[in-house]
C-alpha cells in the first residue's frame, strides 16, 4: 500500500493569503509531482521533482512554488490565493518513471 | 508532442451491459497505467501494463496493450453500478519524463 498524504485535506481561504499544500511520501520514492484537477475534469501538471534540490514546471501555468529540500516531503506555496486558484490538489510520487501513486488530494477554496 | 487520447470521454451504460474503452498514444512506449476516480476522491492504480500483448484482469475489467498499435484498451463486461467513476489512461516514458494522461472517461452506469 502506498504511503503519500497531503494536508490540509480541505482549505478555505480568502484572497491575498499566503498559502502551502503540504505533501510527504514514506516510499523512499526519487519522483514527486503536483497536479491541479477541476472536478470531473482531466489533470493539470503543475510542478515535478526528480530528487532533492530539482525541481520543474510542468505543462499548467501556475503562480505557484514548490521546494524539494528532503526526498520525503514537496510542498506547493501560494504566495498570493485568488479565485482562479479555487481546485483540487494531487500529489503523486514514483520510482523512476514507474507508476505514480496519488495522495487523497486537498481541496481548495478561495473566497 | 506526446499525447495520449481517450475515447469516449463520457459513457453512459446500462447495467448488464459490455463496453471497452480505448487508449491510443503518440510515441512508443511499453509502459501503460490505468488509473480509477471516484468523484470527489483521488486517483487510485487499476492495471500496471509493461509489455506488448499485457493483459491484466480484476472483476469485470480486462486491461490489454497492444505497443505496435501504440493502443491499450479497457474491457467492461456486464457493468454494474459500482463501476461508475472516471477512469484514466498514463502512457510512460523513459528518462525523467512524467507520465501523459488522457482525458479521462467519465462512466456512468445506469439501471
Known amino acids: 500500500e502506498a504511503d503519500i498524504y497531503q494536508t490540509p485535506r480541505y482549505l478555505v481561504i480568502g484572497t491575498g493569503k499566503k498559502i502551502t499544500l503540504e505533501c510527504s511520501q514514506t516510499?523512499?520514492?526519487?519522483?514527486m509531482y503536483w497536479y491541479q484537477q477541476d472536478p470531473g475534469m482531466e489533470l493539470h501538471l503543475i510542478h515535478y521533482?526528480?530528487?532533492?534540490?530539482?525541481?520543474e514546471k510542468g505543462d499548467l501555468s501556475s503562480e505557484s512554488t514548490v521546494s524539494r529540500i528532503r526526498t520525503e516531503h514537496f510542498p506547493l506555496t501560494l504566495e498570493s490565493a485568488r479565485p482562479s486558484h479555487t481546485s483540487q490538489y494531487l500529489c503523486?510520487?514514483?520510482?523512476?518513471?514507474?507508476?505514480?501513486?496519488f495522495g487523497p488530494g486537498t481541496r481548495l477554496t478561495v473566497t | 508532442e506526446l499525447k495520449v487520447e481517450q475515447n469516449p470521454l463520457f459513457l453512459s451504460m446500462q447495467e448488464g451491459k459490455n463496453y471497452t474503452i480505448y487508449c491510443n498514444y503518440s510515441?512508443?512506449?511499453?509502459?501503460l497505467y490505468w488509473y480509477r476516480q471516484d468523484p470527489g476522491k483521488s486517483l487510485e492504480s487499476l492495471f500496471v501494463?509493461?509489455?506488448?500483448?499485457a493483459v491484466k484482469q480484476e472483476g469485470r475489467l480486462m486491461a490489454s496493450l497492444d505497443t505496435k498499435a501504440r493502443l491499450s484498451t479497457l474491457h467492461i463486461t456486464a457493468a454494474v453500478h459500482d463501476l461508475s467513476a472516471t477512469y484514466f489512461c498514463?502512457?510512460?516514458?523513459?528518462?525523467?519524463?512524467?507520465?501523459?494522461f488522457g482525458k479521462g472517461t467519465r462512466l456512468s452506469v445506469i439501471a
Open positions: 510515441t512508443t512506449s511499453d509502459r
Open positions: 498514463a502512457v510512460g516514458y523513459s528518462g525523467n519524463t512524467p507520465l501523459v
Open positions: 503523486a510520487s514514483s520510482w523512476g518513471a514507474d507508476e505514480q501513486y
Open positions: 501494463l509493461l509489455s506488448n500483448g
Open positions: 516510499m523512499g520514492h526519487d519522483k
Open positions: 521533482s526528480y530528487g532533492v534540490n530539482s525541481t
